[in-house]
T-cell receptor, first 112, second 115 residues
């Protein structure tokens, strides 16, 4: 079962614009992660935010977490064509360990 | 470091055939897992392992077997392939040490088509 659901499913922007992707989840979490997947490649970890954190930055990435609304957002500032990829949020599943539940992803296209 | 290595990258099977997808990691990670990715559904956990000799089922385990005889290797076996198993399969690993954040390291994927 999907825990996280991303919104929008697809996003098309111009280089230099900001891209915002949202993720909603259903149950309580310990942390939420964002991953990136280039076409035909494996997923790459971008950033992890813990449940007691509200905002986190990494380079051009900004992630927010609102546990009361069970939602997170990923902001990519000053987008580049190389940011074209699918972006997934993932939450830790019940049962522990590092099992993650992934959403269906947001496909981002950044046009030169 | 090679990270997580999956083989083969592509495979075509006929219904009823069996095969093994190989996964190896060189990061000394305790945790390894297999996910399948289908269009519009994100990734779903098939099986996982927290150490040599220890495996457990994920969300969609039916039709798949795993074993973990070494820390490095975690093969996924399809016992009798069905068209519903057409998918892209990803192996992932991570450290279970409390000092590490729990991010997963993924292989490049194995695209399987069952005719």
């Amino acid at each position: 079962s999907q825990q996280g659901e991303e919104d929008p499913q697809a996003l098309s922007i111009q280089e230099g614009e900001n891209a915002t992707m949202n993720c909603s989840y259903k149950t309580s979490i310990n942390n939420l992660q964002w991953y990136r997947q280039n076409s035909g490649r494996g997923l790459v970890h971008l950033i992890l935010i813990r449940s007691n954190e509200r905002e986190k930055h990494s380079g051009r990435l900004r992630v927010t977490l609102d546990t009361s609304k069970k939602s997170s957002s990923l902001l990519i500032t000053a987008s580049r064509a190389a940011d074209t990829a699918s972006y997934f949020c993932a939450t830790d599943a019940t049962g522990g360990y590092n099992n993650l539940i992934f959403g269906a992803g947001t496909r981002l296209a950044v046009h030169p | 470091n090679a990270g997580v290595t999956q083989t083969p990258k592509f495979q075509v099977l006929k219904t009823g055939q069996s095969m093994t997808l190989q996964c190896a990691q060189d990061m000394n990670h305790e945790y390894m897992s297999w996910y399948r990715q289908d269009p519009g559904m994100g990734l779903r956990l098939i099986h996982y392992s927290v150490g040599a000799g220890i495996t457990d089922q994920g969300e969609v385990p039916n039709g798949y077997n795993v074993s973990r005889s070494t820390t490095e290797d975690f093969p996924l076996r399809l016992l009798s392939a069905a068209p519903s198993q057409t998918s892209v399969y990803f192996c992932a690993s991570s450290s279970l040490r409390k000092s590490t954040p729990g991010e997963l390291f993924f292989g490049e994927g194995s695209r399987l088509t069952v005719l």
